[in-house]
């Protein structure tokens, strides 16, 4: 047993080498030595914290390397179950059999398209549409971030990438935990905090300090159920959801603000939102809440 644990040991710091410092240079001669490279040390408690969190790993990449490094990374990291998958259908399937508790996902490749294997997994009925969704990939464009952030991706991991980048992205989807909205165009995580794992800086937007996190939640809300509305005829499903979602919302910020004709709203929205479309019943219910939004905001895109 000792054999292993030593053996084990080495692995996990050879691993760690590599991806703090990329694979070791060929043919160099021992005349220009290079300094011995400092080795990230993963905070255990942090590790301990995170481990319940990452117990079933879904790797969703056409190449075989990048499965085989991230797996074993992983494994380095925690004791953990992986599964890869090579293609968005297989990727589908995974998903469905194994309910991962997180999902990396390439962003392109052979039979993949990354965003859009995000949004379906995301509006899909598998118990794990709302797992943290962690895109990796080495063309990290503008176009590529944002198209990331707006199919429901938690975080973005640029190759090549080290450990501290790595466990960074792990801690802020494991540990930090984001609200999630569930309207029509967008299903996924509040898009106000994409790649947290990334920054860690003080908060600069004016809407971070301008609303107590319980108006913000009322204000949002609404606005995707006044878009949920305009869509019922053509994605009744979503917006079912996003209508239910809501409704269950805006009563905890109700209680929460103390505002029982908010309350009162929220219940007859979620009574009117049956199996099938009934605009008798909905609209009313719907109207009652949409007068809720400050004047200001008639205007805004939800």
């Known amino acids: ?5 030593a053996a084990g040991a080495r692995r996990r710091g050879i691993l760690n080498l590599i991806f703090t410092h990329g694979m070791p240079r060929m ?9 011995p490279p400092t080795v990230f040390n993963v905070d255990p408690k942090i590790m301990q914290r995170m481990a ?7 790797i969703v990449d056409s190449q075989p390397a990048s499965v085989k490094l991230l797996q074993e990374l992983m494994r380095s990291l925690v004791t ?7 293609t968005d259908s297989r990727a589908m399937q995974a998903a469905q059999a ?4 997180i999902i990396f996902l390439e962003h392109s490749g052979p039979g993949l398209d990354g965003p859009r294997l995000a949004r379906a997994l995301r509006r899909s009925d598998l118990p794990c549409r709302k797992a943290p969704i962690i895109m990796v990939t080495g063309v990290a464009t503008a176009q590529a971030i944002l198209g990331a952030r707006d199919a429901g991706v938690h975080e973005f991991l640029r190759k090549p990438f080290n450990v501290k980048d790595l466990t960074r992205r ?3 989807v494991a540990l930090k935990p984001r609200d999630w ?7 996924g995580p509040d898009r106000r905090r994409f790649n947290s794992g990334d920054y860690t800086g003080p908060r600069k937007r004016r809407s971070d300090t301008r609303k107590t996190p319980d108006q913000e939640r009322i204000l949002q809300a609404l606005k995707i159920v006044r878009a949920a509305m305009e869509a019922v005829e053509t994605d009744w499903t979503q917006a079912r959801r996003a209508l239910l979602a809501q409704a269950a919302d805006l ?3 109700a209680v929460a603000v103390g505002d029982m004709r908010l309350m009162e709203a929220a219940v007859a929205l979620n009574r009117a939102v049956g199996d099938s479309l009934d605009r008798s019943r909905l609209e009313p219910a719907v109207q009652t809440l949409v007068g809720f939004l400050p004047k200001g905001e008639f205007s805004e895109a939800a």
């Open 1 to 5: 047993m000792e054999l292993f644990a």
């Open 52 to 58: 319940p969190h990452l117990q079933r790993v879904l």
């Open 251 to 253: 009563q905890k910020a």
């Open 170 to 172: 792990l801690e802020a």
């Open 80 to 86: 953990c179950q992986v599964w890869a998958a090579s």
């Open 181 to 187: 909205v569930e309207a029509v165009q967008y299903v």
């Open 27 to 35: 043919g160099c001669k021992t005349a220009c030595p290079e300094p």
């Open 98 to 101: 194994v309910d991962p508790q």
